[in-house]
C-alpha cells in the first residue's frame, strides 16, 4: 500500500473510533481485497478465507474504540487478521486430532483398513462427544470448535486451567473408549 493510502487510512481512525460508519466502510472497501489474499494464501480455501476476512472486519468495529492513532491502520487490521488465522488453525488443528483419534479407534475396533468418510467420522465424534458428562462437553465443545485456550476456558467457566486440562484428558479417553 503506498503512503498516501496508508496516510488516508490512517485518517479515518478517529472517525472510526467515534463510530463513523460510513469511514468504517471506506476502509473496509480500501483494504478487504487485501486481507481476503492474506487468508487465502494461507487457508487455500475461499470460503474459509471469506469467512475470517468477515470475521476481522467485525471485529475491527467491535473493537474500533481500542484502536490507536499512532499506528497504521492497515498494520492494526492485519494484528486482527493474524490472530483470527493463528485461532483458525488451532481449530482446525484440535478438529483434526479429535478425528485422528476417531479413525485410530474405529479401526481399531473393527479391524479394517480403509478410511471412513468424512461424514461418518465427524457424525461419530459428535456422537461420542454427546455423551460426555456436561461440565466436559461444554469444556472440549470450546477447546475442539471454538479453539479457546485452557486458560480462556477457565475464565469463562470459572475453573482453574488444571480442571480444564483434566477435563480435557478424561473426554479423549471417553471419545477413544467409545469408539468414536
Request: aromatic share 6%; net charge positive; glycine share 2%.
Amino acid at each position: 500500500m503506498r503512503n498516501d493510502q496508508q496516510n488516508s487510512l490512517s485518517l479515518k481512525i478517529p472517525a472510526i473510533k467515534s463510530g463513523i460508519h460510513d469511514a468504517f466502510i471506506e476502509v473496509y472497501h480500501e483494504m478487504h481485497v487485501k486481507v481476503f489474499r492474506f487468508f487465502l494464501k494461507r487457508v487455500l480455501l475461499h470460503d474459509t478465507a471469506k469467512d475470517l476476512t468477515q470475521q476481522c472486519f467485525i471485529r475491527l468495529w467491535q473493537f474500533r474504540h481500542t484502536l490507536s492513532e499512532e499506528h497504521p491502520l492497515e498494520k492494526q487490521v492485519f494484528i486482527i487478521a493474524r490472530s483470527l488465522l493463528i485461532n483458525h488453525l488451532k481449530q482446525a488443528s484440535t478438529q483434526k486430532r479429535l478425528q485422528s483419534i476417531h479413525s485410530r479407534s474405529l479401526l481399531t475396533e473393527t479391524g479394517q483398513t480403509g478410511e471412513s468418510t468424512h461424514f461418518e467420522l465427524s457424525n461419530a465424534v459428535n456422537a461420542a462427544i454427546a455423551t460426555l458428562p456436561p461440565i466436559r462437553k461444554r469444556v472440549i465443545i470450546l477447546k475442539a470448535f471454538h479453539g479457546c485456550s485452557n486458560k480462556e476456558i477457565a475464565q469463562q467457566m470459572k475453573i482453574s486451567v488444571k480442571t480444564v486440562e483434566d477435563h480435557i484428558t478424561k473426554a479423549f479417553r471417553h471419545i477413544r473408549q467409545v469408539g468414536a
